[in-house]
């Protein structure tokens, strides 16, 4: 079943690797076929298994040669390893499906706003969406507990970006309402708290090794994304350590 599961995640990886790069250009996901981004070739079926095709075509078109970014076999692998993960500490019921979507969500959004520096509404509309519904399968967040999370989610970004002036975006804010939905207050709550700690710790990181410098903008899609991942997997076991 491991394995079973974590093949899964590589072949929802290569649909989210599909997401990733058409959903900034406003393209279907769906149709047309994949075609390869620098000569226009279709794609077929020895060009898209997951992960073994990047590694058996040494990283290159098979048609033209081009380098394929490294981007398309790191989202499989990290998708099928949360999704392995997941499957672990839960085993195979209801809350699985509600963690592989919102995973999956938070993978497409890091990878986004990280090569284009946006955070597509149509991505949060559906996180939104598919996290109340499944919230209401899973009985796991409360309604009321679910719209608190939404609220100060979305929230406390938003007055973080009205005291800054706009150093938070509106894609950021969306986002972390939605996943607040999702999460529900208390694990929102943390979510946020990890993120704030992850991006100021690896942002002081990239300054001091002058990778970016402080006027440069820093993606915090990526660290809302982790947070949430963290507290959606770890939130128990986080709260006992604190309390203890």
Known sequence: ???????????????????????????????????????????????????????????????????ISLRYPLVEIITGLIFLYIYIINGLNLLLLKFFVQASILIVVSFIDLEYQIIPDKIVAFALITGITLNIFTKDVGAFSSLLGLAVGGGTLLIIAIISGGAMGGGDIKLMGAMGAFLGLRAAVLALLISFILGGIIGLLLIVFKIKSRKDYIPFGPFLALGTIIAMLFYDEIIIWYLL
């Open 1 to 67: 079943m491991e394995i079973l599961i974590f093949i899964l995640g590589l072949i929802i990886g290569s649909f989210l690797n599909v997401c990733i790069y058409r959903i900034p250009k406003n393209k279907s996901i769906i149709n047309p076929p994949s075609t390869c981004g620098s000569c226009g070739e279709k794609l077929g079926f020895l060009d898209l298994v997951p992960l073994l095709s990047y590694i058996f075509l040494k990283g290159k078109c098979r048609h033209c040669g081009e380098r």
